[in-house]
């Protein structure tokens, strides 16, 4: 029944969201503010042929960051968490690294690692992975020590710990600290496929805005809303899964 009245809500915002566009069109009577109708019809006809490759270059490159933050955050988050050591020599470089604006990099980035697609992810790996790798610290450091005690006396190593105790509690502190993340991550995506490639969903907008095809321009920033959607939709799916104890 929760699942069901989730899957009504979203269909209740997005025509929501309809309405206000088409108000706005409306009322406004611009060109730059084509109506949803227009954009939906000119979608259907052009998304096979000229959007699909280009939302599959943006969805591979945010899937690849994600993955590359997670399998590099993860680890050091709980070694950061778990072993004072590892946070007393870790803790300052992440604090030192984290407050810069990652944008600000991309040239340095760029000139290191090319145009390709190697620099747009791991632009979205340095955005996504101090999030991961703080979330995950802190959930471990918010365990009871006592917590440990029952397994200690049990003779559990540290895998066990990890397995019954860490890995649970930093779950989702992890997928919240990923939620945040991902928006910003798209933004930012957006800004680096404007730079030295021909696909994603960045070079398809600007492309249409710069040839003044407005109805391209907006069918581009409803598919680039849909990816992160999805993207959004799937953490929702796995943190009920792996954090099932929160939804009884």
Request: charged fraction near 10%; charge should be positive; glycine fraction near 6%.
């Amino acid at each position: 029944m929760g699942k069901k009245r989730a899957g009504a809500w979203y269909v209740v915002s997005i025509l929501i969201v309809v309405a206000l566009w088409h108000f706005a069109a409306s009322w406004m009577n611009l060109p730059i503010i084509q109506p949803p109708w227009a954009v939906i019809v000119n979608l259907y006809h052009i998304f096979p042929s000229e959007i699909a490759i280009h939302s599959f270059y943006s969805l591979w490159r945010i899937v690849a960051g994600v993955l590359l933050a997670v399998i590099v955050g993860i680890p050091m988050g709980y070694c950061m968490g778990y072993f004072e050591k590892c946070d007393t020599i870790l803790s300052p470089i992440v604090y030192l690294t984290y407050p810069i604006p990652k944008i600000s990099l991309l040239p340095v980035i760029m000139l290191l690692f090319g145009l390709g697609e190697l620099s747009k992810i791991l632009m979205i790996f340095m955005i996504i992975v101090f999030q991961v790798i703080i979330a995950v610290r802190d959930g471990v450091k918010s365990i009871p020590k006592e917590t440990y005690y029952p397994l200690y006396s049990l003779g559990a190593g540290v895998i066990d710990i990890f397995r019954e105790i860490l890995i649970p509690a930093s779950l989702p502190n992890f997928l919240t600290s990923l939620r945040v993340a991902m928006a910003t991550a798209i933004s930012v995506l957006f800004f680096t496929e404007t730079f030295g490639t021909q696909y994603g969903m960045g070079y398809f907008i600007m492309d249409a805005w710069m040839r003044v095809n407005y109805l391209e321009m907006y069918s581009g920033i409803v598919v680039l809303s849909c990816v992160g959607l999805i993207l959004f939709g799937t953490i929702d799916y796995l943190e009920r899964k792996m954090c099932y104890w929160q939804y009884k």
